[in-house]
């Protein structure tokens, strides 16, 4: 939407409703999103987990191992686990199959098992 037009909507709407809407137009609606799921809450209680790989608390990052394609392809931030810095980086110089197999674990049944605790947690705090 041009400058112009945000500005005509804003004086219609602060015309019509007695109300400003500001300055920044409003972020892209979920209804009709075609990205990949985001919430900033549950990748904040992903790097208050241990690392997946080592058991280190602390300092951790949440890696997301959802896209096989490489830098700039995105995915859900449900698909993150946490990885210390050393082994996120470690992540992405091997890809998710040598580093599942150097590692012994199974980066989708950790997503999974880190998704059911989320989601039964938030239905105990709604």
């Not at 799921?37 to 987990?49: C, D, G, I, Q, S």
């Not at 082994?87 to 040598?98: D, F, I, P, S």
């Amino acid at each position: 939407m041009s400058r112009r037009a945000w500005a005509e909507m804003r004086w219609l709407v602060r015309a019509v409703h007695g109300r400003d809407i500001g300055r920044k137009p409003p972020e892209r609606a979920a209804i009709g999103y075609r990205g990949p799921a985001r919430n900033a809450r549950y990748l904040a209680w992903v790097r208050t987990l241990p690392s997946a790989v080592s058991g280190l608390e602390g300092n951790c990052e949440a890696a997301h191992t959802g896209s096989d394609g490489g830098w700039g392809q995105k995915a859900s931030d449900y698909t993150a686990i946490p990885l210390t810095p050393e082994e996120h980086l470690e992540y992405h110089r091997l890809g998710r199959e040598q580093f599942e197999s150097k590692y012994g674990i199974d980066c989708a049944k950790v997503v999974r098992s880190l998704n059911h605790c989320w989601f039964a947690y938030s239905k105990l705090v709604k």
